[in-house]
């Protein structure tokens, strides 16, 4: 019995060109016979000869089997009410427009023969790529529901789609364009009128290109990759304010050398004056140590300026109105200055010193992005986060002070679950060493580290840096907040989009 010879491909994606005419007339036959059929040969050519990267076609031992056309326009002109002759000129692109923002997909085709080698999908990442490398705004399409014709008696074209992204109903072209990333951005009545399947309706597709960079940045705008520096300092016995600014200053002078544009410091940053007070009950030196924190942050204030960077001051001892709290400072380089509050205080504050818990939790606006501080105890309640997060912020800091390893550690994991489950970055730091005789400051443990979300784009265990443990140094390290736009929308988990506010949600009462 003779053995059928299994075909040998060869594909090849390359651009389209004049003389490939005649060969892919014979293609849209193939496809399009009840839509018209193939395009005129003036209208390929005015589509070859506007925009030739945009015309792409795989081929197969040399026949064409499949191919998609495109076009670049201004889609403000157009906007999402416009038919497919309007915005494509009846075929001949005469609205192509190199300056514009967005990339319209103009036609996708495969012979029959070849749809379960999925040429299509390929088709469609090399049109993502070349909006991609032409710096556009989004992907638009108008899209077929060729299956409606099914249903047209019994479900309107919403609903349809609808069932179509519930994967209750499989459209052939619908749900390809959902599967490959696309989201439907409006219905189009009229779209194709010839087109008898859709019922001459259509869906506006957009896919949005996360790497697209604004062609005209202002002068100090938002930076994407944003440098931070933690400092893991050692506590020792200071005798004045202007020792600690000095001190301080040290490892600010450091990391703004490295051009970071945040420098961390740990939590009761201040504490080495606590020496200042041996004589006094832990309730009045931690009082009288609050004393010193208007001086302080004035003092690193200034330096933010000097610098250029923004200072996380850790946090320090605020008491006034016979109330103590646990603040931190953002201190912004442009001379304006934030407070958070810790919000969740443990055990050892209240019974020891007197702390009482704030009750507001800041998502600040900064020069790069928004950013939230929570204070050691507060990285371990998974709320805050989610709520800084929802509200906008991409990085959150946190100072914290633990004098056991498994103090440490409870901070340290939370807050790297903190990155994970809320896809940003998370920076923290605490002090080492020894302070002697400054009851319940005198032991620390610590290892600063910056942790990213867990993905393909992240490091492998999502450390992007890691200090020595108890060891006084600085980390600097990069992230790139266009990294999290990615993940949010195309990572292998997206736990923010994939939230069920249907059945749950937080609220800030």
């Not at 002078?253 to 945040?262: K, N, S």
């Not at 994970?420 to 080492?432: H, M, P, Q, R």
């Amino acid at each position: 019995m003779k053995k059928d010879k299994i075909k040998k491909h060869k594909l090849l994606l390359r651009h389209l060109t004049l003389d490939d005419y005649d060969n892919i007339a014979i293609l849209m036959e193939h496809v399009y016979g009840n839509l018209g059929g193939a395009w005129k040969k003036d209208q390929y050519t005015s589509q070859i000869t506007r925009f030739p990267e945009g015309q792409i076609v795989i081929e197969d031992n040399g026949q064409l089997v499949a191919a998609a056309l495109s076009m670049v326009v201004d889609y403000a002109r157009f906007g999402d009410v416009h038919t497919y002759a309007q915005i494509t000129s009846n075929g001949y692109l005469t609205h192509h427009n190199p300056l514009g923002d967005t990339l319209y997909g103009v036609d996708i085709f495969v012979h029959p023969k070849y749809r379960g080698l999925r040429l299509g999908r390929r088709l469609y990442d090399a049109r993502k790529e070349l909006c991609r490398n032409l710096n556009l705004r989004r992907f638009i399409a108008g899209g077929r529901i060729p299956g409606y014709a099914k249903y047209a008696d019994t479900l309107t074209p919403v609903r349809y789609i609808e069932e179509v992204k519930n994967r209750e109903i499989y459209d052939p072209v619908l749900s390809f364009q959902l599967f490959n990333g696309f989201h439907v951005r409006k219905l189009l009545t009229g779209y194709l009128p010839v087109d008898v399947d859709s019922k001459g309706f259509a869906t506006l597709l957009e896919w949005v290109n996360l790497d697209y960079v604004d062609k005209t940045p202002s002068l100090g705008g938002s930076k994407n990759v944003i440098r931070l520096g933690v400092v893991q300092w050692q506590m020792r016995t200071l005798s004045s304010v202007e020792e600690l600014l000095k001190h301080a200053e040290f490892f600010i002078d450091a990391v703004a050398g490295y051009h970071a544009d945040f420098v961390l410091f740990p939590e009761y940053m201040s504490a080495p004056l606590m020496g200042l007070f041996n004589d006094k009950s832990p309730p009045d030196a931690i009082r009288a140590l609050a004393g010193f924190t208007s001086e302080i942050r004035n003092g690193l204030l200034e330096m933010a300026m000097s610098y250029n960077i923004n200072i996380i001051a850790g946090s320090m001892p605020e008491y006034s109105n016979h109330e103590l709290y646990n603040v931190s400072w953002l201190l912004r380089r442009d001379g304006t200055f934030e407070a958070q509050y810790k919000i969740h205080v443990t055990i050892d504050e209240v019974s020891c010193w007197g702390v009482q818990g704030g009750d507001a939790l800041k998502v600040f606006d900064t020069d790069c992005g928004k950013i939230a501080v929570l204070i050691c105890y507060d990285s371990e309640f998974p709320e805050l986060a989610r709520l800084a997060t929802i509200q906008g912020a991409q990085i959150i800091f946190v100072p914290f002070w633990t004098d056991t390893k498994n103090a440490y550690q409870r901070v340290r994991y939370c807050s790297h679950a903190r990155a994970i489950e809320n896809e940003c970055f998370v920076a923290i730091t605490g002090s080492v060493g020894n302070l002697p005789h400054a009851e319940n400051m005198d032991i620390q443990y610590a290892q600063a580290a910056i942790f990213s979300p867990s993905d393909f784009s992240f490091p492998h265990d999502a450390i992007l840096a890691e200090a020595t443990p108890n060891t006084e140094m600085t980390l600097i390290a990069d992230v790139n907040l266009d990294l999290l736009k990615q993940v949010r929308t195309r990572g292998a988990a997206r736990n923010l989009a994939n939230r069920r506010p249907d059945l749950y949600r937080l609220e800030w009462f």
